[in-house]
């Protein structure tokens, strides 16, 4: 009778999950698309894709909140922020506790994430005074829009500072570090980091999307009109 051979649990090989999953690339490159062509529409005038454009952005970046509640283990807040003495030990040269985004760079993320809602959310209530006023300025007294609508662009210029330390960052985790940070973020995982559990399914994130965008659309048609104008030529 034929032997029957057997797998020793402990010299299995673990399984490969996903790194980061699709609802993660999908929506950091979205961001990365949406940001300079916000910036564009906005310098050459087109208010009105500038505020589809500012508004397709905060329901990317709510989602991606949300994702951190109930994402995939990677995705999620609990696997990356951490506390002072775990950021502290990695800035000491103990390796990173989780396959994802290290101690620095999850406060990082969250920091980006925060401006981003705080550019987009203020966006809703910007007006040049003229001809543009943002969907939720009229929700508000015009004192509390305008002092709201007066950080838009003081926020836009904190955020290209952080921008451009992420960068300065990834390419310093892959010149010197030899840390594969970008093959990830576009194929879900690379040699040698692999996620720590199954990812969630795609439609979940989809599902939220359309629920955060469905809102958001409601929100709109209930907002205030904004005054007739009468104009004397």
């Known amino acids: 009778m034929p032997s029957i051979r057997t797998q020793d649990p402990a010299s299995a090989e673990p399984p490969d999950h996903v790194l980061w999953d699709l609802p993660v690339r999908l929506i950091h490159w979205l961001i990365a698309l949406l ?55 990695y800035f000491r040269g103990e390796p990173s506790p989780t396959p994802g985004h290290n101690p620095a760079g999850g406060w990082s993320a969250m920091v980006l994430w925060l401006l981003l809602l705080a550019q987009a959310l203020t966006g809703t209530v910007n007006s040049d005074d003229v001809l543009y006023t943002g969907p939720f300025y009229y929700v508000f007294d015009s004192g509390v829009s305008d002092f709201l609508a007066s950080y838009h662009e003081t926020i836009f210029n904190v955020l290209l500072g952080f921008i451009a330390l992420h960068v300065l960052s990834v390419i310093y985790h892959e010149r010197l570090r030899k840390e594969r940070l970008l093959k990830p973020m576009v194929l879900g995982k690379t040699e040698g980091r692999t996620g720590t559990g199954p990812a969630q399914p795609a439609y979940k994130a989809l599902v939220i999307a359309i629920l955060l965008g469905g809102m958001l659309f409601a929100l709109l048609e209930l907002a205030p009109a904004p005054p007739v104008s009468e104009y004397y030529w």
């Open 35 to 89: 940001l300079p062509a916000s910036w564009w529409t906005a310098e050459e005038g087109y208010q009105e894709v500038h505020q589809w454009l500012g508004l397709t952005l905060l329901v990317a970046v709510v989602t991606r909140l949300c994702w951190g509640l109930v994402g995939s283990p990677q995705s999620r807040f609990r696997d990356f922020v951490r506390g002072p003495s775990t950021v502290l030990a």
